[in-house]
Nanobody, 119 residues
Framework: QVQLVESGGGLVQAGGSLRLSCAAS?????MGWFRQSPGKEREFVAS??????STSYADSVKGRFTISRDNGGVYLQMNSLKPEDTAVYYC?????????????????WGQGTQVTVSS
């Protein structure tokens, strides 16, 4: 079992920045960030492979969000935030050896952290 704990959420004005962190109790192949807004399905945001550091992003966040990792965990730097980025953000871990951007591809999930962007 891998425990994931997110932190760094909060309230920010449109155009602002936030940095989310995810501490993992163990190592898997890929780490990802997902988000879920009220009334919407959970959606993929970004992923990174632990070993190679290769990344993948949803089109809606490309150029604004950056996923990274180090020995302390995985991070999501969010810049130029928009009200539509408001959601609960979840950290997830996958043992899959292929790139995964879907919920079933992830084996472990954190509890989520709220991000609210005001207009």
């Amino acid at each position: 079992q891998v425990q994931l704990v997110e932190s760094g959420g909060g309230l920010v004005q449109a155009g602002g920045s936030l940095r989310l962190s995810c501490a993992a109790s163990g190592r898997t192949v890929t780490m990802g960030w997902f988000r879920q807004s009220p009334g919407k399905e959970r959606e993929f945001v970004a992923s990174i492979r632990w070993s190679a550091g290769s990344t993948s992003y949803a089109d809606s966040v490309k150029g604004r969000f950056t996923i990274s990792r180090d020995n302390g965990g995985v991070y999501l730097q969010m810049n130029s935030l928009k009200p539509e980025d408001t959601a609960v953000y979840y950290c997830a871990a996958s043992n899959s050896i292929v790139v995964v951007t879907t919920i079933p591809g992830y084996d472990y999930w954190g509890q989520g952290t709220q991000v609210t962007v005001s207009s």
